[in-house]
């Protein structure tokens, strides 16, 4: 089966420390959506990638979020430096079209922990 | 996006159906309504859209009302096993906003 491949599945790191993560989307899908969760937000968009360009990126804190799509089988959110107040489960997400028709397929997301 | 309203919480009996409502008064002409589910540590799962008629996958049915203002989502034997969040999200040419969703808890 065809799925969204997310690294690390877990990562615990200490306030300061940049920390990176990773996402396969499935092949042959040009939209890539990056999704933050807490049990206070839910689910936040952080960012949105159509075809490798960003759209949409206005849920995510610029000053220390960013995030990349360097080719089209590889998506990264990175967070330089990290707060504890980052601690969330991070969801990559990607479909084939960001038209209304379209599906979108999460990973299983990336738990982190900021000390 | 337009937005939805669900109730917080639904009990279902293992093996009944569960119907899990949904209100989109505002939704306009171009936008589909989704159902997604997350069971506990997981990524949400896709189960079933619709435009205007009602659709059936293997999952779910999909139910919506002639003047689309409302939908319900139908699980027709639920098992231990569909106990999760259940997300009803309307969608035009953008992206997938969720929002706090139904917490259907089936028993035994």
């Known amino acids: 089966d065809a799925r969204v491949t997310q690294t690390p599945r877990h990562k615990v790191t200490e306030m300061g420390q940049e920390v990176t993560m990773r996402c396969q989307p499935i092949?042959?899908?040009?939209?890539v959506f990056w999704y933050r969760q807490t049990m206070m937000q839910g689910l936040e968009l952080l960012a949105y990638?159509?075809?490798?360009?960003?759209?949409?990126d206005s849920g995510m804190p610029k000053d220390r979020f960013s995030a990349e799509m360097p080719d089209a089988t590889l998506a990264t959110l990175k967070i330089q430096p990290s707060e504890p107040r980052d601690s969330a489960v991070y969801f990559c997400?990607?479909?084939?079209?960001?038209?209304?028709?379209?599906?979108?397929?999460f990973g299983e997301g990336s738990r982190l922990t900021v000390l | 996006d337009a937005k939805t309203t669900q109730p917080p919480s639904m009990d279902c009996a293992e093996g009944r159906a569960a119907n899990l409502p949904c209100n989109h008064s505002?939704?306009?002409?171009?936008?589909?309504v989704y159902w997604y589910r997350q069971i506990h540590s997981q990524g949400p799962q896709y189960i079933i859209h619709?435009?205007?008629n009602n659709e059936t996958n293997e999952m779910a049915s999909l139910i919506i009302t002639e003047d689309r203002k409302s939908s319900t989502l139908i699980l027709p034997h639920a098992t231990l096993r569909d106990t999760a969040v259940y997300y009803c999200?309307?969608?035009?040419?953008?992206?997938?906003?969720f929002g706090k969703g139904t917490m259907l808890l089936v028993s035994p």
């Open positions: 505002t939704i306009s002409g171009n936008e589909y």
């Open positions: 619709g435009l205007k």
């Open positions: 990638f159509r075809n490798r360009a960003p759209l949409d």
């Open positions: 997400a990607s479909g084939p079209t960001d038209r209304g028709s379209g599906e979108l397929f």
């Open positions: 092949l042959g899908h040009n939209t």
């Open positions: 999200i309307v969608r035009g040419y953008s992206t997938l906003t």
